[in-house]
């Protein structure tokens, strides 16, 4: 089977699942990665030292930012003069729009965040969370070429091998005029993606509990409660800062305004599967959970012993996340040599 | 401005959906209007109470699906239209975008087409780039902001990196995410009007394009495996030590 694997990527760094799809790539069969942008040569060779076996180059400056209309163009031209049998690209939020876009102008379909996928004589049936992981469904798809992204995480990074080199060939960008002008960037507050993350912290509505603060006089009641929550997510903050974890939160705590909606975990917001998740001040209501619930090791710090949060936690403490926070970051400051 | 907004009907966030004798079951949780989708809607009233013109809220589904229609009517939706035929049951998402699409089509100097950003049922988020390629229309996915100045817009969306600026030229197809603010409550007068409201049905003939033919197949449905997990209460001692003890067990997992 021939795949081709789209390498997403924002200025040259590319989003790590796009590495996961070459591994997935290589065992079907040969891969084609595709890389689209401007001066991301560098790109192509990593690109290789993953595993490719060739690399379609599309260097332009037409595709120094990434829009939709020009990239799928790209695609669907690459296509017509290609022999792909499957398309994989990442599930990032350009993977996925790509994707879509891929399957109306190829006449297919799109299995989309899929976590596991079988091969048997030539026919791939693959596995995906619905239902934000409360169920999962078996997919296959009648037309061809197969169009699959796949959840960051959820397959093996292959080994980097440096050095190893593969078919190079130089592909012609789309010409046309697309309907969209990227203006720029807005930066978010930086840190660790959260769908990327190995390590999770999270905080809920307990972080705004701690009883032996006093806050700052002339606040309203509300302005005190974000006073008080702000307090409490700089603990979270501090031991995702030693773990180099990313920062998560409930959904009652964005909604409560204590922490913006990108760091929302759960059905509504993201779903996360990473080596570790702490989980503090959460009582794990069934949308939060179904958001983290593939969390290899879950570990759950809250002071209602009966919250729901503990029925999927590996390890729990009924307790003060006041206390227990600044010390769990101690500890580990001083065991991994922080 | 002419704004339609493409709503789905899903069992509620909170039910507990499991796999029974091979089908899918909410037990007693309500269908609601898709979440994401209702923020979509208030995207949309925002726009419609900045500049004037009108919402149409539409769907594809059965007799129940008006529920959520209606939920979009009380909010403050001007009409809405149910697309429904025997033959759409079970659309993949390429298919119900070719409905959505003709819908559009149909409607007629539509300025925008609004929709949230996945269905938290399939969660598959792909249907609002796939109508706007069925278009020909700009596909602003995962919106946080819309600034619409004449026959433009300037969005702000959101991608891993932060947000992108982009501007394009109306009609556009968007997608929203959360950031236009707490859904509005229906009120009181509104919930009237919606229970009043004569829904207009359209049928694939009216739309005037064959049965779409879905491409995915589901041929089995599971219930994850059960995550068997004893939690290993960490007790007794000051914080200090129980620090101490959960930070060892963390690392012996030999994860970190």
Same mark, same amino acid.
């Given at each position: ?195 990327? $993350? !190995?390590?999770?912290? %999270? ?5 705004? &509990?701690?009883? +032996?603060?006093? /806050?700052?006089?002339? *606040? ?69 959970? $179904? !958001?983290?619930?593939? %969390? ?5 710090? &809250?002071?209602? +012993?009966?919250? /729901?949060?503990?029925? *999927? ?26 | ?187 009181f007068m509104g919930i009237r009007k919606a229970s009043r409201a004569v829904i207009p049905a359209w049928s694939l003939a009216d739309l005037g394009i064959p049965a779409p033919a879905s491409v995915i197949a589901w041929p089995e449905i599971m219930n994850p495996p059960s995550r068997e997990v004893k939690c290993d209460f960490i007790t007794g001692g000051s914080p200090q030590e129980i620090a101490e003890a959960l930070s060892d067990k963390i690392l012996a997992e030999k994860v970190l």
């Amino acid at each position: 089977m021939n795949t081709w694997v789209y390498i997403d990527h924002f200025k040259g760094t590319a989003l790590p699942a796009s590495w996961e799809a070459i591994g997935v790539g290589k065992t079907l069969g040969t891969v084609e990665a595709l890389v689209f942008g401007t001066g991301v040569e560098a790109l192509a060779k990593t690109a290789f030292e993953y595993g490719a076996d060739e690399v379609l180059l599309a260097d332009d400056p037409a595709l120094a930012d990434y829009r939709a209309e020009a990239f799928a163009a790209t695609l669907g031209s690459l296509v017509a003069s290609g022999t792909p049998d499957l398309l994989l690209f990442p599930t990032t939020t350009r993977g996925r729009e790509l994707a879509a876009m891929a399957a109306i102008d190829l006449k297919t379909g799109v299995m989309v965040d899929v976590t596991a996928l079988e091969s048997a004589d030539g026919k791939i049936t693959v596995t995906r969370p619905i239902y934000a992981g409360k169920l999962l469904t078996k997919e296959t798809c009648s037309a061809r070429p197969l169009i699959i992204t796949l959840r960051g995480r959820a397959f093996p990074k292959p080994e980097q091998q440096a050095g190893k080199s593969g078919t190079l060939t130089k592909v012609a960008a789309a010409a046309g005029d697309f309907p969209t002008k990227v203006e720029g960037y807005t930066t978010g507050e930086g840190g660790v993606s959260l769908t990327d $993350a !190995g390590v999770i912290v %999270s905080g809920g509505r307990g972080v705004s &509990n701690n009883p +032996a603060l006093t /806050p700052p006089a002339g *606040l309203d009641e509300k302005q005190t409660e974000i006073w008080r929550a702000q307090q409490g997510f700089a603990l979270v903050k501090d031991l995702a800062s030693v773990l180099g974890a990313a920062v998560g939160a409930s959904r009652a705590a964005v909604d409560a305004g204590y922490i913006p909606y990108p760091n929302q975990v759960g059905q509504t917001g993201k779903v996360v599967s990473p080596d570790v998740y702490i989980a503090c001040g959460i009582s794990g209501a069934i949308q939060h959970l $179904a !958001g983290m619930r593939t %969390s290899k090791v879950i570990v759950a710090i &809250n002071k209602d +012993a009966e919250a /729901p949060i503990f029925k *999927l936690a590996r390890y729990g403490v009924v307790g003060d996340l006041f206390q227990i926070l600044p010390a769990l970051t101690a500890a580990f400051k001083k065991k991994l040599g922080k | 401005m002419k704004i339609v907004v493409c709503v789905k009907q899903v069992p509620d966030s909170a039910a507990k959906v499991v796999v029974e004798n091979g089908k899918v079951s909410w037990g007693d949780a309500p269908l609601v209007i898709n979440p994401w989708d209702e923020y979509a809607v208030e995207a949309a009233l925002q726009q419609k109470e900045a500049l004037g013109g009108t919402v149409t809220a539409i769907t594809i589904g059965g007799e129940g699906s008006k529920e959520a229609l209606k939920h979009a009517l009380a909010m403050g939706a001007d009409d809405a239209i149910l697309i429904s035929d025997p033959a759409l049951a079970n659309l993949d998402t390429q298919a119900t975008a070719q409905v959505l699409a003709a819908a559009v089509k149909k409607i007629g100097g539509v300025d925008a087409a609004f929709f949230g950003r996945q269905a938290i049922d399939a969660d598959s988020g792909l249907v609002p780039a796939q109508t706007a390629r069925l278009l020909g229309w700009p596909a602003l996915t995962l919106s946080a902001v819309i600034k619409v100045d004449g026959g433009s817009v300037r969005v702000e969306r959101g991608v891993e990196e932060g947000r992108q600026i982009v501007t394009a030229k109306l009609p556009a197809v968007f997608s929203l995410v959360k950031d236009f603010g707490e859904p509005r409550y229906p009120s009181f007068m509104g919930i009237r009007k919606a229970s009043r409201a004569v829904i207009p049905a359209w049928s694939l003939a009216d739309l005037g394009i064959p049965a779409p033919a879905s491409v995915i197949a589901w041929p089995e449905i599971m219930n994850p495996p059960s995550r068997e997990v004893k939690c290993d209460f960490i007790t007794g001692g000051s914080p200090q030590e129980i620090a101490e003890a959960l930070s060892d067990k963390i690392l012996a997992e030999k994860v970190l």
